[in-house]
């Protein structure tokens, strides 16, 4: 699919001018998702330029660090937008892409629990370039586009027909009123999966808010505080929101809906919150559309001791709340954290890298229950939401690296040499390799509150059993010792011996093999 022709939709009626339908998309060594400037250069003559531009500032990358892949190693950036969509109650996702992008999309979904179809619209060479692919997808939309099961139909591009071009801004807003909402999610232009959520945040945002502007819009489902409310940017755990709520209602505040949402009407009533804590510091277009609709903003979270006063005080003073009332929210909240803290403590040396986003809360969290914490990678952006969290880690003595590599976040565990790495699983399982103690940030650390009392003990339990694990790492690496590793891993009795000779010419055979098949009709 990623090697496959690429053009302008622009020159499909000239039949005769038409490009070649094949482009070079890198070496075969350097794959088709790593072919981030072929695709983008083809995406910009095919019109994307806009939106890359938009996607450039929105989710920068850190120049000095660009490499090979020019961002960061996590999964494709689609499943996070997929995910938010297949979250959203009456809300239909269609992929449009190549047949084994869909396929690993669909599956990773799945695999995370999604119980919705995933529409997708396939493509050839032909209706790529002759701009039937569009055609295709906005049949496709107009078939499931019925009111009585939807409220929503996203369609997400992804790198292939970004890269050429197909103009799902085009689409009709809505088609038997159903809302239709086009966006671009290319590999090589949105950094990470944690980011594409935002894309897909802001869009529906955008979108709501015109709603809003033009006239009177639905009643959200559920009851509705009677109090000013704070809206919560970011995925997090279901009894974080709950908690948040406890600790606003001293300040005559009430917690609103989470963004991403779970339905559309949410959005109604996010955007017409009081404040917006961006609990996620990274979700930029999601900003931009409460900025644009008059809404102050106010970075970190209440996490631990430190970050529960700093944050009460900004979200009071954003919302004009007595100074009475947010002392008595803290007298009533501070002393529950401080005794969670103290009955839970964390001794050892732990370092902290993930994609998620919250890596710098969690940080602040195993601070404060007493771990020595040098070392936190992130692999999304710097951003001015994120500086209260940042100034508090680096007052601490802690690095903390944005826009962090997988090379980058290793070479941490070997230079600080942790009693317990947490991080994503390459990370994980070097840190285990080598008998050190180490947990997945996804599924282990992010699922558990961090907010408030409820999350000043939560993650001491699970970090506490790992460290714990020492003995048992080095046992099991002292009876694997002399076996091997890599190539050479086993009992042999003849140690294979490395041929980097062989390997490059075997390499160069594959890639002329691979030039001659796509030549062929081409």
């Not at 408030?452 to 694997?480: H, I, Y």
């Amino acid at each position: 699919g990623l090697r496959r022709g690429l053009m302008d939709m622009s020159e499909a009626i000239t039949p005769d001018l038409r490009a070649a339908d094949r482009l070079d998309l890198g070496k075969p060594d350097e794959g088709g998702c790593a072919s981030g400037d072929t695709m983008r250069e083809a995406a910009r003559k095919a019109g994307k330029s806009e939106i890359l531009d938009q996607y450039a500032r929105d989710y920068p990358l850190d120049e000095a660090k660009q490499g090979p892949h020019d961002q960061p190693q996590s999964m494709c950036p689609a499943f996070g937008s997929l995910r938010v969509g297949l979250r959203m109650k009456r809300t239909a996702t269609v992929l449009s892409g190549s047949a084994c992008c869909v396929y690993g999309l669909t599956f990773t979904s799945h695999f995370y629990g999604a119980r919705r179809t995933v529409g997708y619209v396939p493509f050839s060479s032909e209706t790529l370039v002759t701009g039937k692919l569009f055609e295709d997808i906005k049949e496709a939309v107009e078939q499931l586009a019925d009111p009585a099961q939807y409220d929503t139909i996203i369609v997400t591009n992804l790198c292939v027909p970004t890269a050429s071009g197909v103009p799902l801004r085009l689409l009709p807003d809505q088609i038997n009123g159903v809302r239709i909402i086009g966006i671009d999610v290319p590999g090589f232009g949105i950094p990470t999966h944690a980011e594409a959520k935002d894309v897909l945040a802001g869009a529906m945002l955008n979108y709501a808010r015109e709603e809003a502007e033009e006239g009177p819009v639905a009643r959200p489902e559920g009851p509705i505080s009677d109090r000013p409310t704070v809206a919560l940017l970011g995925e997090m755990f279901p009894a974080d929101p709950v908690g948040i709520g406890m600790m606003l209602e001293p300040l005559g505040l009430a917690a609103g809906p989470v963004v991403p949402t779970r339905e559309w009407r949410e959005l109604y009533s996010a955007l017409d919150c009081a404040v917006v804590g961006a609990i996620h510091p990274f979700y930029t277009a999601s900003v931009r559309e409460f900025e644009a609709a008059g809404r102050p903003v106010v970075g970190s979270a209440p996490v631990g001791r430190d970050g529960t006063a700093a944050w009460l005080d900004a979200i009071g003073a954003a919302c004009g709340v007595a100074r009475d009332k947010v002392d008595a929210a803290k007298n009533a909240f501070l002393p529950a954290i401080d005794g969670a803290l103290a009955g839970m403590p964390i001794k050892g040396r732990i370092t902290v890298s993930g994609y998620e986003g919250s890596e710098l809360l969690v940080a602040r969290l195993l601070i404060e229950s007493g771990a020595e914490v040098p070392y936190v990678g992130t692999a999304c952006p710097k951003t001015r939401w994120s500086d209260p969290d940042r100034e508090w880690l680096e007052a601490k003595g802690v690095r903390v690296n944005y826009r962090a590599s997988l090379e980058e976040d290793i070479a941490a565990v070997d230079e600080f040499g942790p009693d317990l790495a947490i991080g994503t699983t390459p990370v994980v399982q070097h840190a285990k390799q080598n008998a050190t103690p180490a947990l997945y940030f996804t599924n282990l650390i992010s699922a558990r509150p961090l907010m408030g009392p409820a999350g000043a003990g939560s993650l001491a339990q699970v970090v506490n059993a790992a460290l714990g694990n020492k003995a048992r790492f080095d046992r099991m690496r002292d009876f694997f010792e002399g076996v091997g590793a890599d190539d050479n891993a086993g009992i042999w009795e003849d140690t294979p011996v490395d041929r980097p000779q062989f390997k490059k010419k075997f390499a160069a055979q594959t890639a002329a093999a691979l030039k001659a098949a796509e030549a062929v009709g081409s």
